[in-house]
């Protein structure tokens, strides 16, 4: 049963045009959510952050949006550049940790277009 | 500060042997976690490490362990290995236990035969 779902295996957006991902989750008990990238032959990275308290997180480029009522976030990236050319990962985590420490979406392949 | 360092960066065994991947966090940070990626799993959590004991554990049998030194760096062992252990393992550090950012190493890309 996947917790953690990213419906769309790529988004394919244009240079300079605003990239969204998607994100639904289905236990409640996760209060902590995470955007990761993934360059090929390389761990993820780190990117951006949000607690369950919060419905808008920003830096930079980089917002991410948390629907609690619909369980549902997303990362807007605004302007897309090509070196954001990558996989994106969501991930979540319960309050306290937990038995399952991150979990993880499977992930989009944003393609920015020139 | 140097990141997560993974050794070795590949590795090729056959089955029914065992592996033994080794992990650098960052400097300072007492937990680290170990992860499999899959292209049909995608990431799935193996096991989190903090000041030398295990505290958290994934659904993977028994035949995946680990351990973690004084040094706070860290070892997964898998034993008895089976063509579907072949998978990117991922370490991730962080200053903390259980939830909030996690900073990645590069993998360690096992291939089972």
């Known amino acids: 049963d996947q917790q953690v779902k990213q419906n769309s295996p790529s988004l394919s957006v244009q240079e300079g045009r605003i990239s969204i991902l998607n994100c639904d989750y289905t236990n409640s008990m996760f209060d902590y959510f995470l955007w990761y990238k993934k360059y090929p032959a390389e761990g993820p990275t780190f990117l951006i952050s949000i607690s369950s308290i919060k419905d808008k997180n920003e830096d930079g480029r980089f917002t991410v949006f948390l629907n609690k009522s619909a369980k549902h976030l997303s990362l807007h990236i605004v302007p897309s550049q090509p070196g954001d050319s990558a996989v994106y990962f969501c991930a979540a985590s319960k309050k306290g940790g937990g038995a399952d420490g991150l979990t993880f979406g499977k992930g989009t392949h944003l393609i920015i277009q020139p | 500060k140097a990141g997560v360092t993974q050794t070795p960066r590949y590795l090729i065994k056959t089955r029914g042997q065992q592996v033994t991947l080794s992990c650098s966090p960052i400097?300072?940070?007492?937990?680290v976690s170990w992860y499999q990626q899959t292209p049909g799993q995608g990431l799935q959590f193996l096991f989190e490490?903090?000041?030398?004991?295990?505290?958290n554990k994934g659904n993977f049998p028994g035949r995946f362990s680990g351990r973690q030194f004084s040094n706070s760096r860290s070892e997964m062992n898998v034993s008895t290995l089976e063509l579907g252990d072949s998978a990117l393992y991922l370490c991730?550090?962080?200053?903390?236990?259980?939830?909030?950012?996690?900073?990645f190493g590069p993998g360690t890309r096992l291939t089972v035969l």
């Open positions: 991730a550090s962080s200053s903390t236990s259980g939830m909030g950012e996690q900073f």
């Open positions: 400097s300072g940070h007492r937990s």
């Open positions: 490490y903090f000041s030398e004991t295990q505290r």
